[in-house]
């Protein structure tokens, strides 16, 4: 059973921080990707940021680039995304979750990668 630990979440105003960490295991797959997606009600889940288990190399959607930074312990299956000069348009629920490597790349290049498992999700508030 693959089970995630979440925590970061919470409210801040805009300018502001947050660090949301993520602890993920029962997973077995050789080269996966984990990461963050994030939704607000009525519009589709989003991909924020995910991190390559083989080199590290990390992705991020166009509205975080140079404002979010994932990181991860490999070892101990753990992935950060710190979030910095946030906005209000980031407010959303946040998911963490992991899977197959190749899933990922599909999903952010065609939107069509199913991936595999999902955290329980944490809210993230920013307010203006």
């Known amino acids: 059973e693959v089970q995630f630990v979440e925590s970061g979440g919470g409210s801040v105003q805009a300018g502001g921080s947050l660090r949301l960490s993520c602890a993920a295991s029962?997973?077995?797959?050789?080269?996966?990707?984990i990461g963050w997606f994030r939704q607000v009600p009525g519009k589709e889940r989003e991909a924020v940021s995910f991190?390559?288990?083989?080199?590290?190399?990390?992705y991020y959607t166009e509205s975080v680039k140079g404002r979010f930074t994932i990181s991860s312990d490999k070892v101990k299956n753990t992935v950060f995304l710190q979030m910095d000069n946030l906005k209000p348009e980031d407010t959303a629920v946040y998911y963490c979750?992991?899977?197959?490597?190749?899933?990922?790349?599909?999903?952010?290049?065609?939107?069509?990668?199913?991936?595999?498992?999902w955290g329980q999700g944490t809210q993230v508030t920013v307010s203006s």
């Open positions: 979750a992991v899977g197959d490597l190749r899933s990922w790349l599909e999903y952010v290049m065609t939107g069509e990668g199913v991936i595999a498992y």
């Open positions: 029962g997973f077995t797959f050789d080269d996966y990707g």
């Open positions: 991190t390559s288990s083989i080199d590290g190399s990390a």
